[in-house]
């Protein structure tokens, strides 16, 4: 078994233990530009928007349903969770966005 591992070992595979280390620090450059850029600006207000018309809808939907009684079927529970369920995730989004 010795002399099987012995003829196949290859000096390039092996591991090599030699390390220097230096007292230099390197310092990285982690400074943040603060600029925005025009994309980022129009980005900005077109996520505002939907998120603003996004809740106002939603709010528009649940005061429908609270207001008219014609409207509160078994049917029509589907809307309603769903515009609830769609005012939370947008209002999430409005505070993160913030």
């Not at 280390?21 to 925005?36: A, I, K, M, N």
């Not at 429908?64 to 947008?90: E, G, H, M, T, W």
């Amino acid at each position: 078994m010795d002399e099987y591992i012995g003829s196949n070992w290859n000096p390039a595979l092996s591991i090599s233990t030699d390390a220097t280390f230096s007292s230099e620090t390197t310092v990285l450059d982690t400074s943040v530009s603060h600029h925005l850029t025009w994309g980022a600006i129009v980005l900005s207000i077109i996520m505002g928007a939907i998120s603003v018309v996004t809740v106002v809808g939603n709010l528009a939907v649940l005061l429908c349903y609270y207001l008219d009684k014609n409207i509160r079927q078994p049917s029509n529970y589907f809307i309603f969770s769903l515009a609830v369920s769609d005012l939370v995730s947008s209002s999430l989004l409005i505070l993160y966005l913030a």
